[in-house]
């Protein structure tokens, strides 16, 4: 089980050539092989120390909503094949699902 701490203005490599994760304060890059993807942490998350893992819960609690999600569901609307959901880094911050860092084709 991957799990570690990403802080401000720190970077990871994941394991198995899935990428790297760069964090300088409020944003997220990443980048895998020669695509990259982009995302904003509100500035309220900007010095928290946040958790990236590739499995969760089956329910979370996501960002700027108030009830728990079945995690399913999640990766149903983010249209993540079953055989792909444990290589698709999960971004939290004190077990709140932030972001699903994804990258589209």
């Known amino acids: 089980r991957f799990s570690t701490s ?3 203005w720190s970077e ?4 198995d050539e ?23 942490l509100p500035e309220s998350l900007a010095h928290q120390p ?9 329910r979370v609690k996501l960002l700027n909503r108030t009830q728990h ?3 399913k569901k999640i990766w149903q609307q983010q249209q993540v094949p079953v055989w792909e959901r444990g290589r698709v ?16 084709d």
């Open 89 to 104: 880094p999960l971004l939290f911050c004190d077990e709140m699902l932030l972001f699903m860092l994804k990258i589209d």
């Open 6 to 8: 990403l802080m401000p």
């Open 50 to 58: 946040l958790e990236l893992k590739f499995q969760s819960p089956s």
């Open 12 to 15: 990871v490599n994941l394991p």
């Open 18 to 40: 899935l990428g790297v994760i760069k964090r300088n304060d409020r944003h997220i890059t990443y980048t895998r092989f020669t695509k990259t993807a982009h995302f904003s």
């Open 69 to 71: 999600e079945e995690m």
